[in-house]
């Protein structure tokens, strides 16, 4: 599917964000984008360059944490043959390739404390220089950054440049997360679903069940609009029933019972106490203040927890059909079902 480049949403500090990156896009300076992951940093860029009167211009991506420390300077900078080891033939760098249009720097708190000097100056004067050459050239390059780190405090911590931070923040625009987007995740839900649904080339859209709006609503949603995204798309292509509406969605698709375990360090041995004669009230204390592993409630607790873990995942291996499941589990169909029944998985 083509990357989702429509904002989507009603809320008003979302409305807010979206209307502060308009009234900016058309001003020839420097904007920082801040906002958790997911929430739409990238858009709101390429919101900026569309907005702006450099529209037909290049609109240039490097996303600084994706890149070496060793070879992100050669990559913003551009380098000459020879330059270093490997430089066979001279390069433009993205400040070249962005000439008279934008260059969209994200996760710029990742930078390297020599491209962030290099950048400073960029920035400042308007000219780069490539890596093994003494000539700088003058560039026309409106740049956007983003990031979901604390600038002011690394600043402060003297983690990235305060100078640089001073000129690349002439506005900033700060996105809000996803759960305090009041409303905006049933306008979403929908959204996504019906584009899948569409993809999908289902006859129409059944919408979501009950089971599933409500576990989507109390969701906390840290990965955002990106996280809300995936959940959606992934219920939809797995529900099997076109006819009803979508009652199963699962948030973390590594879960499983027969998830791989983590190897166990054995842990050294402690010396063994030497032993002494206690009398039975010091018996009785001690016994009283050792954990208790016969606590059946909780043992039956976890049994139940795990049961239902096993039925979601064979319902879930079986594209919910019953019947498969049953055969799967190597229960009858009215075992199935009374298990289903008891665990609350019958709308599944």
Known sequence: MARETQFVGESGA????????????????????????????????????????????????LNCAAMPETLIEAELFGHEAGAFTGATKARVG?????????????????????????????????????????????????????????LPKMADENKFRADLLDRLSFEVVTLPPLRVREGDIPVLMDYFGRRMAAELEWPSWPGFGRLASEALNRHDWPGNVREL???????VYQWNDHSRPVDHVVFDPFESPWKPREKQVKPEAAPAAP?????????????????????????????EAYEKRILEAALAKSRYNQRQTAKTLNLTYDQLRHSLKRHDLLGS
Not at 284 to 299: G, H, K, L, S
């Open 275 to 303: 032993e002494t004669a206690h009398s039975a009230p010091e018996q009785a204390e001690t016994a009283a203040n050792e954990p208790a592993f016969d606590r059946i409630d909780d043992m039956k607790a976890a049994v």
């Open 229 to 235: 995204r995936n959940v959606i798309e992934r219920a």
């Open 14 to 61: 979302f409305l807010d964000a979206v209307e502060k990156a308009s009234r900016a896009a058309p001003l020839n300076r420097p904007v920082l984008v801040v906002g958790e992951r997911g929430t739409g940093k990238e858009l709101i860029a390429e919101r900026l360059h569309r907005l702006s009167l450099r529209w037909d211009g290049p609109f240039i991506t």
């Open 94 to 150: 993205r400040f070249e390739e962005a000439d008279g249009g934008t260059l969209f720097l994200d996760e710029l708190g990742t930078l390297s404390t020599g491209a962030q000097e290099r950048l400073l100056r960029a920035v400042e004067y308007g000219e780069i220089t490539r890596i093994g050459s003494s000539r700088p050239q003058r560039v026309d390059v409106r740049i956007v950054a983003a990031t979901n780190a604390d």
